[in-house]
């Protein structure tokens, strides 16, 4: 079975926003220049960029659960490293970010950007990891 932890909708969002913006920039300077030149590409490029970003992110999320390994989305500094839940030998937290450690990796996670109710069921994969008490952090909620 696949789990996702979700991004915040204030982290998708404005992606989708900010190349809505860059297509109708790109419209108007068409419809006003009969000519194309530089910026009409460079509008149409970053318009590209940001709602693939945004389709991609709410396709894919920030983390995958799955055959008891986690996955950070490639594009947030993961590069499709994966962890095996089993390896994980300690969670370390700082101010907004837990980092998942095995004897070799470690993966960042940034709990900011993590939905509610996904932070939740990420904290109670944390917690059922089967670590001592002293390499789980104190989770609060």
């Known amino acids: 079975m696949m789990t996702k932890i979700k991004f915040k909708k204030k982290k998708l969002y404005p992606n989708l926003l900010l190349g809505s913006i860059w297509f109708s920039l790109w419209t108007v300077d068409f419809i006003l220049d009969e000519e194309l030149n530089v910026f009409e590409y460079i509008y149409i490029a970053c318009g590209v960029l940001y709602l693939f970003h945004f389709f991609y992110d709410l396709k894919n999320q920030y983390l995958k659960l799955e055959n008891n390994t986690i996955q950070k989305n490639f594009l947030y500094g993961g590069w499709n490293k994966k962890l095996k839940l089993e390896d994980i030998v300690e ?51």
């Open 91 to 141: 969670v370390e937290k700082t101010y907004l970010n837990f980092i998942l450690k095995t004897e070799n990796d470690k993966l960042k996670v940034n709990a900011d950007l993590i939905e509610e109710e996904s932070y939740k069921e990420f904290k109670n994969i944390v917690l059922s990891l089967d670590l001592p008490d002293a390499k789980i952090p104190k989770l609060y909620v």
